[in-house]
């Protein structure tokens, strides 16, 4: 097993502030025969500074390859044309992984021989000022510890549709053509789906390995714009091309319909918000052009969403907020 090399894909942009927690994370795992792949995409602070600090540290498993900046696809992108090991893992570089993640992930992966192996996530933010720091965990809660093709698609469209890339190592021989789409955000939708369908053997761990910060500025707390909506709509429309007629036999068939409305609906609540921040309301043309566009994709949910949206979610907020103050009450008004 120790024989198995790892590459670990960090895309690395303006993070001088985290990445040295980061890197100590991969310089502390208990399995070594790893290469960890950097990514410079572009930084502006002392990120890259930081990186050649490190590179003795890491005694010949680690390289820098710097670039202009490309986005976070584009890096991962790269570091998969630079990789060589049997299995990948990607890491993002403000976050940080526990040190038996590599070990226990290859063990596993060998042992089961599987393609794929996922995990959970633990959210953290420093500042202790995000309420609810656990609904930004990832927590899979899957009923089984070992699937078959496709059946980990199935079981976690029912769940929590994990996608982050983040979470889990794959066998690089069984998807060495795989990519990212570049140039758009939420690019871990189409990857991770394509792993999930397509992965002949997945294995289930219930650890919390990835350590994932919650911060202010970050692609899952900013403010939404177009490029967010657009993300949802050019992931659906890839998956759409690559399956539409492969997948669509009697087990995948409603499930892929259902996960490409999901994205659909991903899309459309972020198209929303940015208009609601520029109070503005989404122009009819706009909807119009949608229904155009995903003509034949739409079910009667997301239909209805794009044409009654405000009036979906002022309901859906007068839910939670009741929720809320029912919650607080039971909790004796603290």
Excluded at 126 to 151: C, F
Excluded at 166 to 188: K, V
Aim: hydrophobic letters at 40%; glycine letters at 4%; charged letters at 25%.
């Amino acid at each position: 097993m120790s024989d198995q090399v790892v590459s670990v894909v960090l895309p690395v942009y303006n993070v001088e502030s985290y990445l040295e927690q980061c890197l100590d994370s991969v310089l502390d795992q208990s399995y070594r025969n790893y290469e960890l792949i950097c990514i410079n995409d572009g930084s502006t602070d002392q990120s890259l500074a930081l990186l050649e600090k490190y590179l003795p540290l890491f005694e010949g498993r680690m390289c820098i390859h710097s670039q202009a900046n490309a986005g976070l696809a584009a890096a991962r992108n790269k570091g998969l044309d630079l990789a060589s090991g049997t299995f990948v893992y990607f890491l993002d570089s403000d976050d940080w992984i526990d040190r038996e993640t590599l070990a226990t992930c290859v063990r596993t992966i060998s042992v089961e021989s599987a393609d794929l192996v996922v995990f959970n996530a633990e959210a953290f933010c420093e500042l202790d000022d995000v309420e609810d720091i656990d609904l930004h965990s990832y927590q899979r809660n899957l009923p089984k510890s070992l699937y078959g093709r496709d059946g980990i698609f199935v079981d976690t469209l029912k769940r929590s549709y994990i996608a982050q890339s983040c979470c889990y190592m794959y066998r690089r021989s069984s998807f060495e053509a795989l990519r990212f789409i570049p140039g758009i955000l939420h690019e871990d939708h189409y990857f991770s789906t394509i792993l999930f369908i397509e992965s002949a053997k997945t294995a289930v761990l219930k650890d919390e390995f990835f350590k994932r910060r919650i911060r202010a500025g970050s692609i899952t707390t900013q403010k939404k714009s177009l490029r967010h909506a657009e993300g949802y709509y050019i992931t659906a429309k890839a998956l759409h091309k690559r399956y539409q007629e492969k997948i669509y036999g009697a087990t995948l068939k409603a499930p892929f319909r259902q996960y490409l409305n999901l994205l659909l609906q991903h899309g459309i609540k972020a198209e929303y918000q940015f208009y609601q921040q520029n109070n503005r309301s989404m122009p009819i043309t706009r909807k119009a052009e949608l229904i155009r566009m995903f003509a034949g994709l739409l079910d009667a949910k997301t239909t209805l969403l794009l044409c009654c949206a405000p009036l979906f979610y002022r309901v859906k907020s007068l839910l939670v907020s009741r929720n809320a103050s029912a919650k607080k009450e039971a909790l004796g008004g603290v």
